[in-house]
T-cell receptor, first 116, second 112 residues
Framework: DVKVTQSSRYLVKRTGEKVFLECVQD?????MFWYRQDPGLGLRLIYF???????EKGDIPEGYSVSREKKERFSLILESASTNQTSMYLC???????????????FGPGTRLLVL | GNSVTQMEGPVTLSEEAFLTINCTYT??????LFWYVQYPGEGLQLLLKATKADDKGSNKGFEATYRKETTSFHLEKGSVQVSDSAVYFC???????????FGKGTRLSVIA
């Protein structure tokens, strides 16, 4: 069965702390993604990665960085957490597309982060 | 650019009512279209998808047809259940490895 896991379901941090959100997938997927989900705004893409050590900025990368040292793991880093980064963070992974075949993106359960 | 617009919620229906959640898109080329569902406290799950014009995706009694002429992918179900209460997201992916682009989501509440 397909599995994307995230290190924490709930996290409480203080302003200025460095925060690490970890995501692991066991499907040998090349592509991994980080989104944040906010009421009324839907899902917004923060960063994504097509391969180990590769990363691409999404729509809202400011205040975030990522790390992909191993194929199965994609970390989201908040260098100095701020209250406006309080949100639900969702990780996803997918296979590399072949031709026009469209592969499914599989999501983790999410991490709800509160920054005080 | 690419974007997805879906009807705003919340939508509240009685059990066994007919459901339609509208979704329209703007994209270059021939995107693939998706509906994802998020049950309370969980991540997103793929509900159905369609990869080319006139394709119909279906799953768990839900259906959506890829209409290129109207750039739409409306979600329908003939008879909703309380267990269908969730947030539904419409999404597209352009050809290639590009990430999904999501709509803002529509919250559905079904009451007995």
């Amino acid at each position: 069965d397909v599995k994307v896991t995230q290190s924490s379901r709930y996290l409480v941090k203080r302003t200025g702390e460095k925060v690490f959100l970890e995501c692991v997938q066991d499907m040998d997927h090349e592509n991994m993604f980080w989104y944040r989900q906010d009421p009324g705004l839907g899902l917004r893409l923060i960063y994504f990665s097509y391969d180990v050590k590769m990363k691409e900025k999404g729509d809202i990368p400011e205040g975030y960085s990522v790390s992909r040292e191993k194929k199965e793991r994609f970390s989201l880093i908040l260098e100095s957490a701020s209250t406006n980064q309080t949100s639900m963070y969702l990780c996803a992974s997918s296979n590399t597309l072949v031709g026009r075949s469209s592969k499914t993106q599989y999501f983790g359960p999410g991490t709800r982060l509160l920054v005080l | 650019g690419n974007s997805v617009t879906q009807m705003e919620g919340p939508v509240t229906l009685s059990e066994e009512a007919f459901l339609t959640i509208n979704c329209t898109y703007t994209a270059t080329g021939y995107p693939s279209l998706f509906w994802y569902v998020q049950y309370p406290g969980e991540g997103l799950q793929l509900l159905l998808k369609a990869t080319k014009a006139d394709d119909k995706g279906s799953n768990k009694g839900f259906e959506a047809t890829y209409r290129k002429e109207t750039t739409s992918f409306h979600l329908e179900k003939g008879s909703v259940q309380v267990s269908d209460s969730a947030v539904y997201f419409c999404a597209l992916r352009r050809s290639g490895n590009t990430p999904l682009v999501f709509g803002k989501g529509t919250r559905l509440s079904v009451i007995a």
